[in-house]
């Protein structure tokens, strides 16, 4: 079973299929990927931002008016800022039902940091946070952090285990933390708590789409 993923950049390239083995395993009872045929194949952008994301959508929809393409459904994955963009896509996409549509509201790191528990194990601060660390904050919640990059660099540079910093996006750690925390271990619940407005909605949907192409494939259960 194959996912297509359009979306802005290399890190939400890598977050997103361990993310989604998540969502299949936990809230679809779905095994994927079950072997090398299960795939999340990437739809390479000719523009970058969300811009090429529209283009690459609309080019996508016009194949498959006359194209077969043999993927189960098309995650679009988008931030808050780009709202015109996602209007233009919903146009798009509505009556289409193989297309997901998330909203990571800042980036794909504020549902990194919406994951208490994995985001301080893979940094290795398994119980107390420096006091002056952002995520320190007791009021903090993901989805209102103005800047979750910052936020991530800042505990790459006090971690105890890290051995880079995060900067601008680190796809090394970002690979790192995928393969090692989410993809068997994401905490779903913990993300939908810090980040209700984007990720609960893209749970929801991932979910159906995940249960309808079990029901269509006949697909093993785990």
């Not at 098309?74 to 146009?91: A, G, M, N, S």
């Not at 194990?121 to 919640?141: E, H, I, K, N, V």
């Not at 068997?184 to 995940?210: H, K, W, Y």
Request: proline residues 4%.
């Amino acid at each position: 079973m194959k996912i297509g993923i359009i979306a802005e950049g290399p890190i939400d390239h890598i977050l997103l299929p361990a993310l989604l083995s998540r969502i299949a395993e936990e809230r679809a009872d779905f095994t994927w990927p079950l072997d090398t045929s299960d795939v999340a194949s990437v739809f390479q952008l000719r523009k970058r931002g969300h811009g090429g994301v529209l283009k690459a959508v609309k080019r996508l929809v016009r194949a498959l008016d006359t194209q077969y393409f043999d993927h189960a459904c098309f995650v679009i994955l988008l931030d808050r800022k780009t709202r015109p963009v996602q209007e233009r896509i919903k146009r798009l996409i509505t009556g289409r039902q193989r297309f997901v549509l998330g909203t990571a509201i800042e980036e794909i790191e504020a549902w990194w940091l919406g994951d208490r528990t994995n985001t301080l194990a893979w940094s290795g601060f398994s119980s107390t946070l420096p006091l002056d660390c952002r995520y320190a904050d007791t009021a903090y919640q993901a989805e209102r952090d103005d800047d979750p990059k910052k936020t991530l660099d800042e505990l790459t540079r006090r971690s105890p285990r890290c051995d880079r910093y995060y900067g601008e996006g680190n796809v090394d750690l970002a690979s790192r933390f995928a393969e090692d925390h989410w993809r068997r271990n994401a905490r779903l619940d913990e993300i939908t708590a810090q980040c209700p407005r984007g990720f609960g909605p893209f749970v929801r949907d991932m979910t159906n789409s995940f249960r309808c192409a079990k029901a269509a494939s006949g697909y093993l259960l785990r």
